[in-house]
């Protein structure tokens, strides 16, 4: 294969040309934003491929490059998480243990939905899309059968559920856009912790009713959603300046482990629980065959000890497990001045 060098080189400028163009413009440039919610993993096939014709032509050099380009284009592209040492468990402070699960409208059955919190010892419960298809609330009744003694606040599609008391809950709406975010404060072993439900709109590469209704272009379609999660920093932005306690932020971003979006919440002082202390891929969706991390735990003010999606199929949507730490009585601090996004 005389092309074997020239396809090896290309395969790596395409791989750090997507990877630099998603991290940089993926929240305003809409193709890229829309080449980004393909799955990077199809094109594994391709170093691997390049690998093993060049082993067969006993070309060890580049079949080494090959081989080494598939290992970082898992890692840094498709978010494969490597093993590390994991931070000392039963350290001073408060656990906390929270599951975020994308509902499928309604579909996750609240039985099974309890039977998993009492399993995994939950403390914290956010659930997105909790209403069926004709926005019916029958399912917070039956949520709230099911989880006796619990505490469960609501906007819209958004549920959050707590061992632990609730203080108030509040929704904020995004300046531009109906969307809106759920924020619940809880009192944990004398501290407030300020919990942050939420779930971003797809990118509208398919269009909606109202899409085909007002004849909105794919570009505009992007658009509009890129716009909703600038407005969402902005949202969480709020919120971290005034909490007086540990933040979470909890539930479906539909949005790959990478790009402008993760680059602004870190900026925001925020960590991303599952790159911490997880490892793998950590795909939530689809709950059957994985191909997408799209659901997240985000944390500032307390530090992730363990976070992982459950092997139960609930709904269309791996629920995702995340122990806390949160700091003792009396070194509380806020999680500070956040600077601009």
Known sequence: MRRLPALSLAFALLALAWGLLARARSETWWWVAGLDSVPPQLLLPVPLGLAWAALRRKR?????????AALVFTVLQVGFVLPRVPPGKGANGISLRVLSLNADFAGADPLRLAALARRERADL?????????????GYETRVRAAFPGWTLTRHDELLTLSRRPVLKSRALTFPHSPHAVLVTTVRVAGQTVTVVNTHLPTLGLLPGASDTRLRRSLPQRVARRLAARRDFVGVVQGVLRTAPGPVILAGDLNAPPRGELH????????TDAFPAVGVGFGFTHHARFGHSRIDFLWTAGAAAERSTPLPDVLSDHRALLTELRLPTPGKVSAPGKVPAP
């Open 263 to 270: 680059r602004r919440l870190r900026a925001l002082g925020l």
């Open 125 to 137: 419960l956010t659930l997105q899309e909790a209403l069926d298809h004709d926005r019916q609330a």
């Open 60 to 68: 060890w050099g580049w079949a080494a490059w090959n081989i080494a």
